[in-house]
């Protein structure tokens, strides 16, 4: 069946631009976790939805970091006023629920650059 | 909080040879522990997970692991390597059980020789 999807693949924007990414979970996955990975470094955790809500955002690093998930499937991470350290793989994995004994099914990644 | 660390940002190994990957995490409390592997232009892959259940924990591809609580450790091993092993090699920790939330390490980059 069909994994975890994210568009675009590849994303080069400004500094100071508004940016949206996109995640298409797996079918009927209620949870769901972005993940920032910057060059060099491994996955660092930023924001998990439990349905339509987020239900732990403590690993957005600032108020220009948004996500939403409004009808419980897909999510869209929003990045306003782009700066140059926020360039990376942006990642989502979803799972069947939240527990840690489910496993997450990583997408391949949203690769940002700001320019 | 939470951490994980991993020795060793690039090991080599030969083809045939022992694949050691060392992980230690620090945790209060007892940890939900994970390898993930990613091959080059694909997503992240779970090879095993420890969740308090046996201390020696098998995976997919050959893999296991050995959680030992006295050691702090989830070091990743497998007899033999093959080239298709090259890759990039996560450990990660979970808070606790009712929260997937992840903590991974800096990873560790396992190339394969000939």
């Known amino acids: 069946g069909a994994g975890v999807s994210q568009t675009p693949s590849n994303k080069v924007t400004e500094k100071g631009k508004y940016v949206e990414l996109r995640c298409d979970p797996i079918?009927?996955?209620?949870?769901l976790y972005w993940y920032r990975q910057s060059l060099g470094q491994g996955p660092e955790f930023l924001i998990y939805?439990?349905?339509?809500?987020?239900?732990?955002d403590s690993g957005l690093p600032n108020d220009r970091f948004f996500a939403v998930r409004p009808e419980g499937s897909v999510s869209t991470l929003k990045i306003q006023r782009t700066e140059r350290g926020d360039s990376a793989v942006y990642l989502c994995?979803?799972?069947?629920?939240?527990?840690?004994?489910?496993?997450?099914?990583f997408g391949p990644g949203t690769r940002l650059t700001v320019l | 909080a939470q951490s994980v660390t991993q020795l060793g940002s690039h090991v080599s190994v030969s083809e045939g040879a022992l694949v050691l990957l060392r992980c230690n995490y620090s945790?209060?409390?007892?940890?939900?522990l994970f390898w993930y592997v990613q091959y080059p232009n694909q997503g992240l892959q779970l090879l095993l997970k420890?969740?308090?259940?046996?201390?020696l924990v098998k995976g997919i591809n050959g893999f296991e692991a050995e959680f030992k609580k006295s050691e702090t450790s989830f070091h990743l091993t497998k007899p033999s390597a093959h080239m298709s092993d090259a890759a990039e090699y996560f450990c990660?920790?979970?808070?606790?059980?009712?929260?997937?939330?992840?903590?991974f390490g800096q990873g560790t980059t396992l190339q394969v020789k000939p």
């Open positions: 994995a979803s799972s069947s629920s939240f527990s840690s004994y489910n496993e997450q099914f």
């Open positions: 079918s009927g996955h209620t949870a």
């Open positions: 939805f439990q349905g339509t809500g987020a239900a732990d």
């Open positions: 945790s209060s409390v007892p940890p939900y």
């Open positions: 420890y969740t308090s259940a046996a201390t």
């Open positions: 990660a920790v979970s808070p606790s059980s009712n929260t997937g939330k992840l903590i």
